[in-house]
Nanobody
């Protein structure tokens, strides 16, 4: 069983930046693809960013492309989501996810483990 712990959420003004971190407890995650999803109030959870297990490929939702960067440090067993130029519409609970397999995971079905989520609030 993999438990994922997110950190780094908070309140920020529009145009600001935050960096989310996600680390699994009890197991190394070097054999997992990783992703970030988000769920805004009253909306379905949606894909934000994904990275392959090697870190060689990434993919982003159109809504965050050019502003968010997903990365991973396998030596530190941590995946990051750097969020720049934040907008009020980025306000959501952000979830880290880990999935077995190669390639990019673009849907929730590609992931086996989920974190509890961390709140990101962007004020206008």
């Amino acid at each position: 069983q993999v438990q994922l712990v997110e950190s780094g959420g908070g309140l920020v003004q529009a145009g600001g930046s935050l960096r989310l971190s996600c680390a699994p407890s009890g197991r190394t995650f070097t054999t997992y693809r990783m992703g970030w999803f988000r769920q805004a109030p009253g909306k379905e959870r949606e894909f934000a960013a994904a990275i392959t297990l090697s870190g060689g490929r990434t993919r982003y939702a159109d809504s965050v492309k050019g502003r968010f960067t997903i990365s991973r440090d396998n030596a530190k067993n941590t995946v990051y989501l750097q969020m720049n130029s934040l907008k009020p519409e980025d306000t959501a609970v952000y979830y880290c996810a880990a999935g077995r397999g190669y390639g990019l995971g673009l849907g929730e079905y590609d992931y086996d483990y989920w974190g509890q989520g961390t709140q990101v609030t962007v004020s206008s």
